[in-house]
Nanobody, 126 residues
Framework: QVQLVESGGGLVQAGAFLRLSCAAS????????MGWFRQAPGKEREFVAA????????YYADSVKGRFTISRDNAKNTVYLQMNSLKPEDTAVYYC???????????????????WGQGTQVTVSS
C-alpha cells in the first residue's frame, strides 16, 4: 500500500505561482511513476503531468506545457508540481497518483494509476 498526501494548494491571483508537494509512504517510491491530475467542478479528471521513477522522463498536458514543471526527490519520497503563470482555468482540485506497475513508459490516463491522494484545492482568481 502507498499513501499519498498532497499539500501546497491555495488561492492566488492570475499570473502567480504555487508549488504543490506530494509525500508518499513506502520503501519503493523510486520504482513508481508519479502523476498529477486535476478536476474542476463539473468536469472530468484530467492529466496534468507525469514523471518516471528515476525522474528522467517527464510528460505534460498541452494546456500546462511551458508553465508547469514536475519533479521528484526520491530521497524524500516526494513529488512536486511547480506551477507558474497560473490562469483562472487552472482552478481545480489537484491530485497526485502513483503507478505501481512496471511499464516501459509512463502513462497519462487516470485509470492506470493505482494510488491516489486526497487532493489539494488550487483557486486562481482573475
Amino acid at each position: 500500500q502507498v499513501q499519498l498526501v498532497e499539500s501546497g494548494g491555495g488561492l492566488v491571483q492570475a499570473g502567480a505561482f504555487l508549488r504543490l508537494s506530494c509525500a508518499a509512504s513506502g520503501r519503493t517510491f523510486s520504482s513508481y511513476a508519479m502523476g498529477w491530475f486535476r478536476q474542476a467542478p463539473g468536469k472530468e479528471r484530467e492529466f496534468v503531468a507525469a514523471i518516471s521513477g528515476s525522474g528522467g522522463s517527464t510528460y505534460y498536458a498541452d494546456s500546462v506545457k511551458g508553465r508547469f514543471t514536475i519533479s521528484r526527490d526520491n530521497a524524500k519520497n516526494t513529488v512536486y508540481l511547480q506551477m507558474n503563470s497560473l490562469k483562472p482555468e487552472d482552478t481545480a482540485v489537484y491530485y497526485c497518483a502513483a503507478d505501481a506497475r512496471p511499464r516501459m513508459m509512463v502513462v497519462t490516463t487516470a485509470y492506470e494509476y493505482d494510488y491516489w491522494g486526497q487532493g489539494t484545492q488550487v483557486t486562481v482568481s482573475s
